[in-house]
């Protein structure tokens, strides 16, 4: 199931290349002068030019009829918000078969089709899945079947089976089906010989609606960050399209190494780039799903950001990827731990990260309560920092805290005195009359941002009038002489560019500013 950037996995085998007997330098018409000729004329012309590489099956047909009676298509009929039709983005991660009808405008109370029994439109969708236990259990993504009012599995021999959702985990979009019986045919997850890049790959699944479909491909490449929080996705370039969804990817022994769930593509369809979650990564939080456990996982309550090249070359630490702090939670296990914004973050016990995503997974793999060791770069001097894990909330309350605050629809802060104008922004302080009309509390420290120049870099990286200058350098910013110090210091140092932080609409934002002169 899914969209533009949706979830699944078909490719051509390459068949062997036959030499023909001209190539072969035996010219076809010497078997008709001499019929001595024939045989090796013959022998020639079905040669291949070079033999398989080890390894490379000559067909997937007896994996096929191994694996696919454990591979089933889900059909999903669910509600769906009007206002959600009306606004639905290219690249959610939806499959939506057009609906069958249209709401019942007469308003009779009866339910025609495409609407369902208590009224308003409905949606069907299809994805895919696999049985991993032989009483019934079935692994999917959760966006195949997270607002389903019904669920209906259906078998390679075509039997229809209701199912029941046992779990799901909105992080890793994974999910767990039931249903009744026993004795299904089931496939197993392969969490330690995983396959090497350029090694092949094969799936089964439903896309568009055909189910028992097989597709090959290698695996492309491991380790792929997609924007994803908590998975390292494989890359297999075995097309997958809108139904692949929760469908298997198998190495050449039928061995699960992945669980199709997305795929990069400008037009919807297959370009030959798809992603699949880690067997290693599937088969731990489909256990605690059946287990009937909530996923628990580590949390320390900051708001972080890549910290990039250009951020590096800023503070003068060119070659550096790490994460860096831009909020705390009030209260967090960060805060009390003494993490403070403007931290760069260069490793989690032991482990280096290079990006906000990595942070973000070596954080959540933590039990509540465990300790969680940070190197970290405070004002250019490397630190330890112990934080004690906290229990990280569910994604809707962590959402709902990112959209906190900020009046972004204020017209200007009034009276502003001792404005000051650097690189491209006039600043002003922060005053009580200030801080009701962008809607910050008497927490928030910084400068102002009260006008912006046309053409400055500070235009070109989106800042706005009420916008406000909390951090330069390695220092936070409270006045106008904090900002000059740390353009002269960056200009001394023969540094392009400077660090700021910048807070609206309830958060923090960190970008590299070029220095002017």
């Known amino acids: 199931m899914t969209s533009n950037k949706t979830r699944y996995l078909v490719s051509a085998l390459v068949g062997a290349v036959i030499v023909t007997g001209a190539m072969a330098g035996v010219d076809p018409r010497a078997s008709r002068a001499n019929p001595g000729m024939s045989e090796q004329y013959i022998k020639a012309s079905t040669a291949p030019i070079f033999a398989p590489p080890p390894g490379a099956p000559l067909s997937f047909a007896d994996i096929f009829e191994t694996v696919s009676p454990a591979v089933v298509s889900i059909n999903v009929t669910s509600k769906v918000d009007p206002e959600q039709l009306r606004r639905q983005i290219p690249g959610l991660p939806f499959d939506i078969i057009p609906r069958q009808g249209q709401p019942d405008e007469e308003g009779d109370g009866a339910a025609p089709k495409g609407k369902s029994p208590k009224g308003g439109p409905t949606q069907q969708s299809a994805g895919s899945g696999f049985f991993i236990s032989a009483d019934g259990y079935i692994v999917t993504n959760n966006h195949v079947v997270e607002n389903a009012d019904t669920i209906k599995v259906v078998l390679k021999d075509e039997t229809e089976l209701d199912a029941v959702v046992i779990g799901r985990d909105e992080g890793t979009d994974l999910a767990v089906l039931k249903v009744k019986g026993s004795n299904f045919a089931f496939v197993s997850f392969e969490n330690a010989a995983r396959p090497r890049v350029g090694d092949w790959v094969f799936t089964v699944g439903n896309p568009f609606g055909l189910g028992g479909t097989a597709t090959a491909g290698i695996v492309s490449a491991y380790g792929r960050d997609i924007g994803e929080k908590f998975v390292d996705y494989i890359q297999i370039d075995a097309p997958i399209n809108r139904g692949n969804s929760g469908g298997p990817t198998f190495d050449v022994y039928g061995r699960v190494i992945g669980v199709n769930t997305a795929i990069f593509s400008p037009s919807g369809g297959s370009v030959g780039i798809g992603f699949a979650i880690p067997a290693d990564v599937a088969d731990p939080i489909t256990r605690q799903l059946i287990a009937g456990g909530k996923i628990k996982r580590g949390y320390i309550g900051a708001t972080i950001q890549n910290f990039d090249s250009d951020m590096a070359e800023a503070q003068g630490m060119a070659g550096q990827k790490a994460a860096i702090v831009a909020d705390l939670v009030p209260g967090g296990p960060a805060q009390k731990a003494g993490?403070?914004?403007?931290?760069i973050v260069l490793s989690v016990n032991g482990i280096r990260v290079k990006s906000s995503s990595e942070l973000t997974r070596e954080v959540v793999k933590a039990s509540p309560g465990a300790t969680l060791r940070l190197a970290i770069i405070r004002e250019g001097k490397p630190r330890?920092?112990?934080?004690?894990?906290?229990?990280?909330?569910?994604?809707?309350?962590?959402?709902a805290n990112d959209n906190r605050g900020g009046n972004e629809n204020s017209s200007g802060p009034g009276s502003t005195p001792k404005a000051s104008v650097y690189l491209?922004?006039?600043?002003?302080?922060?005053?009580?009359?200030?801080?009701?009309?962008?809607?910050?509390?008497?927490?928030?420290?910084?400068?102002?941002?009260?006008?912006i120049e046309r053409n400055s870099d500070a235009a070109e990286k989106g800042l706005q009038p009420n916008d406000l200058l909390v951090r330069a350098g390695d220092r936070p910013v409270t006045a106008a002489s904090d900002l000059s110090a740390v353009i002269e210091s960056a200009k001394k140092?023969?540094?392009?560019?400077?660090?700021?932080?910048?807070?609206?609409?309830?958060r923090t934002i960190f970008l590299p500013l070029k220095v002017a002169g």
């Open 493 to 506: 140092a023969d540094r392009k560019s400077i660090l700021i932080g910048v807070y609206r609409g309830g």
């Open 384 to 399: 330890t920092l112990d934080i004690t894990s906290g229990l990280r909330p569910s994604e809707q309350q962590i959402a």
């Open 339 to 343: 993490l403070v914004p403007g931290d």
């Open 424 to 451: 491209g922004m006039t600043l002003a302080p922060l005053d009580e009359a200030t801080r009701r009309k962008i809607g910050v509390d008497a927490s928030a420290r910084g400068m102002v941002i009260t006008a």
